[in-house]
């Protein structure tokens, strides 16, 4: 499994994104699929998750300002994020999880940067 981010970008703070990964590979055993991210300085942590079944999760800090959304049939995840802040400045990570294959897998990486 392969995955490809596109998206970030730098924005005023209230500004928007929009974040794009792709996978490829054998995507037909890839289960849930979410975004993570990295601050200069700090450790990764977990934006928004959401299963083959489209429940999702999100961290406290972005819940009500970012979507995540998924398409099945593609094996697409995106995450539509408003009213950003600085503190939301980070380089976002797609993340990819196989049962089957009992690995998880992990994007490039995309920077978004907010401005104040």
């Known amino acids: 499994v392969q995955l490809q981010a596109s998206g970030g970008g730098l924005v005023q703070a209230g500004g928007s994104l929009r974040l794009s990964c792709a996978a490829s590979g054998t995507i037909f055993l890839i289960d849930d699929m979410g975004w993570y991210r990295q601050a200069p300085g700090k450790q990764r942590e977990l934006v928004a998750t959401?299963?083959?079944?489209?429940?999702?999760n999100y961290a406290d800090s972005v819940r009500g300002r970012f979507t995540i959304s998924r398409d099945n049939r593609k094996q697409t995840v995106d995450l539509q994020m408003i009213s950003l802040k600085p503190e939301d400045t980070a380089v976002y990570y797609c993340?990819?999880?196989?049962?089957?294959?009992?690995?998880?897998?992990w994007g490039q990486g995309t920077q978004v940067t907010v401005s104040s």
């Open positions: 993340k990819a999880k196989s049962s089957v294959l009992r690995s998880d897998y």
């Open positions: 959401i299963t083959d079944g489209g429940s999702s």
